[in-house]
């Protein structure tokens, strides 16, 4: 059963039940056509109340039937729609918690709407790449008014009922209904019952005084804020026409082209992945979701450096009190200024008030011993990167941390086993992997150990919801999924500079790719020594794996990056602009011709081409060893921590849009360029089998 029919008194009620948001799926569709006839037939209804069961009335079209025939099937959409529209009997559709996409294009084709407060209100559908295509475009501007609705459309995002019902000559809602929804809907369908002629959207107007100004202005403000994204200025488009089309039917059909059109870009192909991935990455395919979790009340964090306060930064914003431990008080004074300074900033930049700033503080404690934090439910070690001083801050909280405590670490490179085997609880150890800033970067990659238990599993992945991240699951090895991959990458780009491009060239070139920064100004970003001091390690483990010696070259002349005021790029004191450095050029050029390299010119083409399937081939062999669970986590990590482009959905979304035989192919090509890595390019059995197979990642 997808909707339920009942009969109370004079008014029929159809409920959508299809969980987990009442989706528009087909089913559902069928059973609520179905219940507007039967009560059409039905002498004893008078009226009908459309409701929904659960957590919303409707989460709009199911998302999960988009290009399958089961979407177009009939009732689709539209035609749900005008069967609504065209009952005899009054239609009333009673909102609640969630209502959006298709599910608030329903609504508007039923005759009447009433709503509890506090509902959210949206036309989503832009942020899947699309437009509302069931008539939103052409029944919202006639009920809230061409700009407030544009507006809607255009972010999607979701605006309270009670908000909506506040506005002047507003005719979304007919009444906002507090206590109970269904007996105040059956109330008011009483009411109305009688009433004649039946109220329709589609007979309003939508009005604007200066339409051609304000719709060039619009187009202009969309074209700024989503320059790699068609949809919104198509939903500019559609508004347009509900106020200039020849008739209302006139303009949903142009709607339902465009709707249409959208839907086959790899933009909305992109977002409509994102939007799933982002939700698989919470389910871990052997920890059911039923897995009894932890409970987190306090939490602990060791070390005040540049991760330990971002860190806690998360938990205070969460409401969870946090005790953060050092060695010695300077570090923690430094620590604890650098937190307060950075809420400062957001209460000058108005995004946060002041009271939450003392409430958050408040929730902040310091300690230099270890009796302090023995409580907290869970302790994150963030101290320097040396397996020595993990080993002393494991060792400790061992002997005092209070059984069941999750005891995890943020390290970015050493081995999660290692430092669970320092402790008597295994199980009990994670690794938690903010990126920084942390207290702003969204992605969170979750290290199980070989020990780890299910339970800490799921209580990690619930936590980092509640701190708003989105957490992915890595197994463990060098550099987990991200900076591994992201080795490949900066490996690549060294070899393009020994080529013959420069840093400019590179970071332009991945930057018009979409990425929000290029290597080498990330590079002096995050300071290059960091890089310099992993390469040490790598020459030492791994002395076969080959690098570019400009990077090591770099840092010898003292060019760290932004905080020695240069880098790859030469910066104004103060400054943030990157500006081409001769003397980095100078470098590049000497080492090339000790190296006997004629440059050469290389495209962009290439470069992009040779930076992005390192990332590929290197996720490859990740998701063969079982380090990620699936290809569309790895799109996650990267969408999240690594600035790749959202409309390009991933690494691996990118890799099945250009066809994985065609990326075999170029590898192909790139291991035959004497200067680069053939080893490296022999690609991954998985993609190897997958692009002979004709499939795809995702
Ligand atoms: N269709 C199918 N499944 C949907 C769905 C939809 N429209 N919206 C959400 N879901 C699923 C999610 O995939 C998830 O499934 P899972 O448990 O198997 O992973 C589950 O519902 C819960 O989703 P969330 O974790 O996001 O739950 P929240 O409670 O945090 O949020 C929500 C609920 C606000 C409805 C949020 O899911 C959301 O924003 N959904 C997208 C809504 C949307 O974009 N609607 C427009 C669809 S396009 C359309 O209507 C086209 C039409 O104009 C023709
Ligand atoms: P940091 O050097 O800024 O801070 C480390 C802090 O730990 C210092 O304040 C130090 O006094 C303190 N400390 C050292 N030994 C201690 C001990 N025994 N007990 C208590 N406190 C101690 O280092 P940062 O950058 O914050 O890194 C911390 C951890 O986070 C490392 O494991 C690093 O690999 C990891 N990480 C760092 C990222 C970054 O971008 N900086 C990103 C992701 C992870």
């Known amino acids: 059963m997808t909707a339920s029919y009942e009969v109370r008194g ?5 409920t959508l039940n299809n969980p987990p948001v009442n989706g528009l799926g087909y089913a559902t569709r069928k059973a609520v056509a179905e219940g507007v006839a039967r009560a059409n037939d039905d002498a004893a209804v008078q009226a009908i ?13 199911d998302i999960r039937e988009f290009g399958t025939p089961k979407a177009l099937a009939e009732p689709n959409l539209l035609s749900l729609i005008k069967t609504v529209e065209a009952s005899g009997k009054p239609v009333v559709a009673a909102i609640h918690t969630v209502c959006m996409g298709g599910g608030l294009e329903l609504a508007l084709g039923c005759h009447y709407r009433v709503a509890a407060p506090g509902a959210s209100i949206a036309l989503p559908e832009v942020k899947l790449g699309l437009l509302p295509g069931a008539g939103g475009t052409q029944r919202l501007p006639r009920v809230l008014g061409v700009e407030m609705a544009l507006n809607m459309i255009v972010k999607g995002d979701p605006v309270k009922s009670e908000v909506l019902a506040a506005l002047p000559g507003q005719k979304l809602f007919d009444r906002l209904i507090d206590g109970d929804l269904l007996e105040g809907a059956i109330a008011f369908a009483n009411e109305v019952a009688a009433r004649r002629p039946l109220p329709s959207v589609r007979q309003l107007k939508a009005v604007h005084p200066e339409a051609d100004a304000y719709f060039q202005f619009a187009r202009n403000t969309v074209k700024a804020m989503a320059k790699h994204f068609p949809a919104p200025a198509r939903c500019v488009d559609c508004v347009e026409q509900a106020v200039k089309a020849p008739s209302f039917d006139a303009g949903l059909a142009y709607e339902r082209g465009a709707f249409t059109a959208l839907m086959f870009t790899p933009e909305s192909r992109a977002l409509r992945h994102a939007f799933f991935a982002e939700r698989a990455a919470s389910k871990i395919p052997d920890v059911p979701e039923d897995t009894p979790q932890r409970k987190i009340e306090r ?13 806690a930064m998360n938990f205070l914003n969460a409401g969870i009190p946090v005790t953060i431990l050092e060695t010695k008080q300077e570090a923690l004074d430094r620590g604890i200024a650098t937190v307060r300074k950075n809420y400062e900033a957001q209460v000058k930049k108005g995004k946060l008030q002041q009271d939450k700033l003392d409430q958050r503080m408040a929730l902040l404690s310091t300690t230099l011993s270890y009796d302090d934090i023995k409580n907290a439910d869970l302790v994150i070690e963030a101290v320097f990167e040396d397996l020595g001083v993990k080993e002393g801050v494991f060792k400790a909280l061992d002997e005092v941390m209070k059984p069941g405590a999750i005891l995890a670490s943020n390290t970015s490179t050493l081995d999660v086993d290692r430092i669970a085997a320092f402790t008597k609880r295994p199980q009990d150890v994670v690794g938690m992997h903010f990126f920084s800033p942390a207290n702003v970067m969204k992605l969170l990659e979750v290290v199980r150990g070989a020990k780890t238990g299910k339970d800490v599993l799921a209580t990690v992945m619930a936590v980092a919801k509640k701190i708003r991240k989105t957490a992915v699951v890595s197994g463990v090895c060098d550099g987990f999924i991200g900076n591994r991959m992201i080795e490949q990458y900066s490996r690549q780009a060294g070899f393009l500079l020994e080529e013959g491009a420069t840093p400019q060239q590179v970071d332009k070139a991945i930057e018009k790719f979409g990425f929000a920064m290029g290597p080498f100004r990330m590079g002096d970003l995050a300071g290059n020594d960091i890089g310099w001091a992993i390469r040490k390690r790598r020459y030492v483990e791994k002395p076969n794996m080959r690098y570019s010696k400009t990077a090591d070259l770099l840092c010898e002349m003292g060019r760290y990056g932004q905080k020695t005021g240069a880098g790859w790029y030469d910066y104004l004191p103060g400054k943030r602009d990157a500006i081409p450095s001769a003397a980095v050029v100078e470098m590049i050029e000497k080492h090339r011709a000790e190296l006997g390299i004629t440059p050469r010119k290389i495209s962009d083409d290439e470069i992009v081409h040779r930076l992005v399937y390192s990332l590929v081939n290197e996720a490859a062999k990740i998701l063969e060893e079982g380090i990620a669970s699936k290809a569309s986590d790895i799109d996650m990590v990267y969408l999240t921590g690594y600035g790749f482009p959202l409309w390009r959905g991933g690494p691996m979304n990118y890799a099945d849009e250009q066809g994985l035989y065609n990326v075999v192919q170029a590898m192909k090509r790139f291991a035959k ?18 692009a002979d197979e004709g499939k795809r990642f995702n």
């Open 299 to 311: 939490v602990a964090v060791i070390g005040a450096g540049t991760m330990g306060g971002g860190i």
């Open 10 to 14: 004079a008014v029929a009620v159809i």
């Open 673 to 690: 360029n004497p200067h680069d890595d053939a080893a490296f390019w022999q690609p991954a059995p998985l993609l190897a089998k997958l």
């Open 49 to 61: 109340v459309l409701a929904g069961a659960g957590k919303a009335f409707s989460g709009g079209a």
